[in-house]
């Protein structure tokens, strides 16, 4: 009997073998409850099959020209009765390709799936990206739609959402205005901060 170095998705694969004569060599064993039966093929004076099975311990026999044989230069075991089967250990099989692995030592990685350089001093010299047009007109900034009406601001575009603005067109300088808007459902909502300049210098 010897054992398949690759293991199978679903298994192990197992060569059994039976070298004691005969016409006609079949097995049977505890891997399916003994209900099915296995012809070996005849390899010169020997007869083979490969089973592909989990790891386990199974028992199993040999029926050469209808007789139940076992074989002796394999495992075997005795039961109750006095009946001889071979014995089958999968629990231990690791699989040679496995043994020869060497887990610690991966293959490094070729440059070339590396694309992004390193970040050198030219990137932090570089000027900033001016600020967008749409943000560049505060709400603050905007003129009312109309002196006597109760809507103070106009509609504001989706790019100024979400965003905190300071006013920068108020002539004095003893006050900070900040605003923010946020949209609620269908209607817009503007926050506006007042703040004193001498309360932040303290």
């Known amino acids: 009997m010897e054992y398949g170095d690759m293991p199978c998705e679903n298994g192990i694969p197992t060569m ?7 016409h ?30 989990p790891s386990g311990v199974y028992h199993y026999r040999f029926i050469v020209d209808g007789q139940w ?6 495992p075997c075991e005795r039961d109750d009765t006095g009946n001889v089967f071979n014995v089958l250990d999968l629990q231990d099989i690791i699989p040679e390709v496995l043994n020869n692995t060497n887990w610690s030592e991966a293959p490094p990685s070729p440059e070339s799936s590396y694309s992004n350089a390193p970040f050198s001093s030219e990137d932090f010299n570089e000027k900033l990206p001016d600020l967008p047009p749409l943000l560049q007109q ?25 965003h905190l603005y300071i006013q920068k067109t108020r002539s004095s300088q003893s006050m900070v205005v900040l605003s923010s808007t946020h949209r ?3 209607k817009y909502v503007t926050a506006v901060l007042y703040k004193s300049l001498k309360n932040l210098k303290k």
């Open 184 to 186: 609620f459902r269908t």
């Open 69 to 74: 044989r076992y074989a002796p230069d394999l």
């Open 24 to 53: 006609e060599v079949a097995i049977e064993g505890s891997w399916d409850g003994w209900k099915t039966k296995d012809f070996l093929q005849r390899t010169d004076k020997d007869f083979t099959v490969m089973k592909v099975l």
């Open 138 to 162: 505060t709400p603050l900034d905007q003129p009312s739609s109309s002196a006597g009406s109760v809507e103070t601001f106009q509609k504001p575009l989706p790019a100024v959402l979400n």
């Open 16 to 22: 059994i073998a039976w070298s004691h004569g005969g």
